[in-house]
């Protein structure tokens, strides 16, 4: 269980790291990431919508309140990394490889926080009596 919960907080530590690096990025350099994102078709004004969301849902992930805001935001984030490799692979500009890149700890850290999570269901269950048989 221990284990479990390290590798959960360094793989959601490695992907907010990413996530926060790629909107600092964004800022920095935005003439590029607005050329690279006409490109690839997108409006450059979605570079700042993206960039709100995501610092957004770093957030959600860290402070880990409700259930039901985490799992949209591991879903968002995943919709907005296949999309983006997906975005590559179709205009043939660069491989995507960034998005696979932090999609690996992005699922790594979904899998360890549902088992945590059903852990913690099952030592809530130890004890009670269930009556309704």
């Not at 390290?6 to 996530?19: E, N, V």
């Not at 799992?71 to 990394?81: I, K, R, S, T």
């Not at 992005?106 to 913690?120: A, D």
């Not at 009670?128 to 048989?133: C, R, S």
Request: net charge positive; aromatic share 12%.
């Amino acid at each position: 269980m221990n284990s479990n919960k390290t590798m959960y907080r360094i793989s959601l530590g490695i992907f907010c790291l990413a996530i926060l690096g790629a909107v600092a990025n964004s800022i920095v350099n935005y003439s590029t990431v607005a050329e690279t994102f006409l490109k690839l078709g997108y409006p450059s004004y979605l570079i700042e919508i993206l960039g709100v969301a995501q610092v957004i849902g770093v957030l959600l992930l860290i402070l880990n309140k409700g259930q039901w805001f985490i799992e949209w935001v591991y879903a968002g984030f995943f919709l907005n990394l296949i999309l983006g490799f997906i975005a590559h692979l179709v205009s043939n500009y660069g491989n995507g490889a960034s998005a696979v890149l932090c999609l690996i700890p992005l699922l790594v850290s979904y899998i360890l926080y549902k088992r945590m999570e059903q852990t913690e269901v099952g030592k809530n269950k130890i004890g009670d009596i269930n009556y309704n048989v």
